[in-house]
């Protein structure tokens, strides 16, 4: 049932928000994607996180911001119309969004005459990992034989199949229902599949920390304005018909004093996203304000 619906999601272009329509997809504005996303969450969360996570920080928003154009005439059109599904793996047992904590690694090694990177992954809460056919893979690559002269964090793609990748436990957090799971494996991969290619090998850190803001900054906080609307709009009502001691719940002031404190921090969040959807619109990466909206909403 959690595949149809994602198929549906994919083929219906709900994944292709951050596309050009020049390659098939459907760009909002920020604003635009805020109010869609809080929307769907609003219905349901798990859908929420389905839709959010290919709009946010993966191989969709790289790809336009870093890709080759080779990369962008392939990858592209086949995101926007589902073809592609992808997720993104940053996250592993004892590294969160921190790319420069203990990250995998990855080496450059010359494999019969032809350079190429060999990396070993053990990404996991990595969201639509067991549905995906497209990873995005975060590594940090060292260079010990001095064969490419460049190092560092480094973003890839993948497809599924890839030789050597394993795609197969898919986790239940939390029971909330959204596909989420692991992505490991030893494997080749080649310079070529380098978001950017080999100019970009070692640019990982900045290319994640610019996109990050955009899940940071957008996605969750879409949750939180979600999830906060729905909780007021219900409790709302429900102090309005449910009575006790023959006096409706809304005429207390226990209650009310709870019910002014939801619909103050609703406001507080509403306020939050439109500021940041709007310096994000206005073209600005705003990182700090990014990360502040993500723990504060």
């Known amino acids: 049932n ?3 619906w994602i198929n549906r999601l994919a083929k219906d272009k ?5 596309i050009d329509e020049k390659y098939g997809g459907i760009k909002l504005s920020v604003n635009e994607l ?3 996303l809080t929307k769907v969450a609003s219905v349901d969360p798990a859908l929420g996180v389905i839709t959010m996570v290919p709009n946010s920080l993966g191989p969709g928003e790289l790809l336009t911001h870093y890709g080759s154009e080779e990369q962008k005439n392939y990858y592209l059109p086949k995101l926007a119309n589902g073809d592609f599904i992808p997720c993104f793996g940053l996250t592993g047992p004892n590294n969160g969004s921190d790319a420069t904590g203990s ?3 990855g080496y450059v090694v010359n494999e019969n005459g032809e350079l190429k990177i060999k990396v070993k992954l053990n990404k996991r809460y990595i969201t639509l990992a067991p549905v995906a056919n497209l990873m995005g893979i975060a590594f940090d690559l060292e260079d010990p034989d001095n064969l490419l ?15 050597g990748l394993i795609q197969e436990t898919h986790h239940n957090p939390m029971n909330a229902g959204f596909p989420n799971g692991t992505i490991k494996g030893e494997f080749l991969v080649d310079i070529d599949n380098v978001i950017g290619g080999k100019e970009n090998i070692g640019n990982g850190w900045k290319m994640l920390m610019e996109c990050l803001s955009a899940g940071r900054g957008v996605s969750l906080p879409a949750t939180a304005n979600a999830s906060s609307k729905v909780a007021s709009f219900g409790i709302f009502n429900y102090i309005k ?8 719940l809304s005429n207390m002031e226990a209650i009310q004093e709870k019910f002014n404190n939801m619909i103050y921090n609703t406001w507080i969040i509403q306020s939050a ?4 959807n709007d310096i994000l619109d206005s073209g600005n990466s705003p990182a700090v304000i990014s990360a502040i909206m993500k723990q504060q909403c």
Request: proline share 0%; aromatic share 10%.
């Open 273 to 276: 996203v439109a500021l940041t």
């Open 14 to 18: 709900f994944f292709s928000f951050l």
């Open 34 to 36: 805020s109010n869609l």
């Open 103 to 105: 990250i995998d690694k």
């Open 149 to 163: 002269g460049k190092s560092g964090i480094t973003v890839a793609l993948v497809e599924r199949d890839h030789k």
């Open 241 to 248: 018909v449910r009575e006790q001691f023959k006096l409706s």
């Open 2 to 4: 959690n595949n149809k």
